[in-house]
């Protein structure tokens, strides 16, 4: 704050506003459109989620929790939330651990460095319902190279996105494909931020590379770390493009996830409350994890 | 290699196991990079095969007879002029009306008093971290009664505007010195006239990231256009794609070639200028 603004603001601030009308013509559109668009759908998914509802029906009962009750005995919704589950478990550790090693070889600038980072991170400008039928094509049994590969090493080919134990590590390794340079990119960034000095004179007292890393470079990206993380479970909980386009949650359901299921309930059954049951799980789910996590950070922070 | 250009703690003795794990640690690396690029080769490859080389046993990566058949029946076998087009108005009208409706709330935000400016900020902080999927089935209800649904104002209107986008520029704005614009006012400049030429032409790094942006996420975007489109007119690249994909029969180098220019774009633009792509995601973990 300058000197000079500060008596102007200050001093006339509760008797009058210094610029009310321009204030709120520029805030005007953004508002409407979040409040329409955004803020009022979270309200009314949760009012949908306590009614038997409907597009194809002309009234829409209400019927309290009963679609909650009805998700906790349904079998495909545990089952949804099981594949989600793993998927998360396994992607985000990887995710984050690949991210970061990637970081950490690639933040210095060099040529054959930033070459690779433009590898690494090119997957993710690339549409993934795009891509995901390449992968399709790639993993084919028939017409595919890797099949190809597997025949020529004298491997029996395997239909891997129509097995039920392939086709999740099948789908995991594709997101992982598209998303760790994301993840390597929020890191660079970090790394980038972090002070020299602060390296140089750890080595000088003699700290080695993983104690430099544990205890100077870590604690230093501590935030960004924890951004990655959060975003990365956020993204993992709602994976659905590469579901859809390579298995349609297939075989027998092995694939299917909360978000591949949500759509199946509202968009091919219309059974809108009950898919908006499934959302409002999701929401909360999302919103439990980054609680704990920015939990478990601060805790240490306190540490 | 003269290591005296190196930081002090990159100075080791360079001792052979340390180099042979170098070493190791690059070849591994060159591996997965080829990895991460083999979809896009074998995309573009496929393109430019024949239908006899699509179908060979054992798959070939590279074409035997180069043809350019895919990019010329691409447009009949599918309305891929019309996806293309719909692809350019969706993602380019996302950009255009977001990134000035985003710039204009991260002024007022950012340099303006007015009342009620606490509350707007928290909606836009609220709204930031909430995922569309979760929206997604009262959306559609929502452009169903607007009878909005399979056009271009459903799919453009409810992204007009983003929580990110706004908290974006507003930091960027909240930076630059407020001299500049108290100077204004005091003149008599208008606010719209500080907004218009102080703040924005000083924003353009961070306008230019976001629209980036906002381009890439909704040009790749497939479950929004899948949800809010329903007439083959109406969709987009990657929803048009999948289908047409998902048919019985397909002509996988006509697929591959669609897939190839709807790529073509994106990848060129990164050519030219990656850091603008880089920015807007690196932002993202700062925050």
Do not use: C
């Amino acid at each position: 704050m300058t000197q000079l603004a500060s008596p102007l603001n200050r001093t006339v601030r509760h008797r009058r506003w210094q610029n009310p009308k321009a204030g709120l013509l520029f805030l005007l559109p953004s508002t409407i459109i979040l409040i329409v668009f955004v803020a009022y759908p979270i309200v009314q998914s949760a009012w949908m989620s306590l009614h038997n509802w409907s597009y194809l029906q002309s009234t829409q009962p209400f019927i309290g929790f009963q679609n909650y009750i009805a998700l906790a005995s349904d079998p495909r919704f545990w089952n949804a939330l099981g594949n989600t589950a793993i998927f998360s478990a396994v992607t985000v550790p990887l995710q984050v651990v690949v991210g970061m090693l990637l970081a950490i070889k690639f933040s210095r600038s060099s040529w054959f460095a930033s070459f690779f980072r433009s590898i690494y991170f090119f997957p993710v400008i690339s549409a993934f319902a795009t891509m995901a039928i390449v992968w399709k094509f790639l993993l084919s049994p028939d017409i595919g190279p890797f099949a190809a590969w597997e025949h020529a090493l004298g491997i029996p080919t395997v239909n891997i996105l129509q097995s039920t134990s392939l086709a999740l590590p099948a789908v995991i390794v594709v997101g992982l494909w598209k998303n760790v340079g994301f993840t390597m990119v929020i890191l660079i960034a970090a790394l980038q931020e972090v002070p020299e000095s602060l390296n140089e004179a750890a080595a000088l007292d003699g700290a080695g590379s993983w104690g430099r890393f544990r205890n100077v470079t870590l604690p230093a990206i501590r935030q960004p770390l924890l951004f990655a993380t959060i975003l990365a479970v956020i993204a993992s909980l709602q994976v659905f493009d590469q579901v859809y386009v390579m298995t349609g949650g297939g075989p027998l359901f092995h694939t299917e996830t909360l978000v591949t299921y949500m759509y199946q309930l509202g968009f091919q059954q219309y059974r809108s409350g009950y898919a908006a049951a499934v959302a409002w799980v999701l929401f909360i789910l999302i919103m439990l994890v980054s609680v704990v996590q920015l939990r478990i950070f601060r805790y240490r922070d306190v540490d | 290699m003269s290591t005296s250009s190196l930081p002090v703690y990159l100075r080791h003795q360079r001792t052979p196991l340390r180099l042979t794990l170098t070493i190791i640690g690059w070849v591994v690396i060159s591996l997965i990079a080829l990895f991460v690029v083999f979809p896009f080769v074998w995309m573009i490859l496929t393109s430019f095969k024949t239908e006899k080389d699509v179908f060979a046993l054992p798959a070939q990566l590279w074409p035997a007879h180069w043809s350019f058949l895919s990019y010329s029946e691409i447009w009949k076998e599918l309305p891929f002029a019309r996806l293309f087009l719909n692809s350019v108005i969706f993602a380019g009208g996302v950009t255009v009306i977001s990134v000035v409706f985003d710039s204009f709330a991260a002024y007022a935000l950012a340099r303006l008093d007015f009342p009620g400016k606490n509350i707007a900020f928290y909606l836009v902080i609220a709204t930031l971290m909430v995922p569309y999927q979760i929206t997604l089935i009262p959306l559609f209800q929502e452009l169903f009664n607007l009878q909005w649904l399979d056009s271009y104002q459903g799919l453009i209107v409810p992204r007009a505007t983003s929580a990110f986008g706004i908290f974006l520029l507003r930091q960027f704005f909240v930076s630059i010195p407020r001299d500049l614009d108290s100077a204004a006012r005091i003149d008599g400049a208008s606010e719209f006239r500080i907004y218009a030429q102080i703040m924005m032409p000083l924003a353009k790094p961070a306008i230019a990231t976001l629209a980036v942006f906002q381009f890439m996420n909704n040009w790749n975007d497939f479950l929004w256009p899948l949800v809010v489109t329903s007439s083959t007119d109406m969709r987009t690249i990657p929803a048009g794609l999948t289908l047409f994909g998902g048919q019985y029969v397909v002509d996988y180098a006509v697929l591959m070639a669609g897939a190839t220019i709807s790529l073509l774009p994106l990848g060129l633009a990164f050519f030219f200028a990656q850091r603008y792509f880089v920015q807007g995601i690196a932002t993202t973990g700062i925050k």
